[in-house]
């Protein structure tokens, strides 16, 4: 009987060699495809904190506008009385 050259690969190690590449090859594109899916993640994680602080911001700056809105009115309203109590007081002094 002759023997195979050992160069020459037989059809079983072909496709074991094949099997094994595109076994690894799965595994390395899941394990891709599960960090770009981590990145993506992360990516929109920070979004979510970014519209999260941008919204505590945007509710700070409009607790202070409208503070300083009625702190205004408050003072107008002070200013007003007051003159109108002067001007009643100079009314009855002069009667």
Known sequence: MMQKPKHVLSSSMAFNSFGSIFFYHCIY?????????????VILLL???????TYVLF???CFIVLFCALFVC???????????????LTKYIKL
């Open 29 to 41: 594109g899941c394990m891709f495809c599960t960090l770009v899916n981590f990145v993506n993640y």
């Open 47 to 53: 979004c979510l904190c970014i519209l999260l602080v």
């Open 59 to 61: 509710c700070v700056f």
């Open 74 to 88: 408050k003072c107008i309203l002070h200013y007003c009385h007051r003159v109108s109590t002067q001007l009643q």
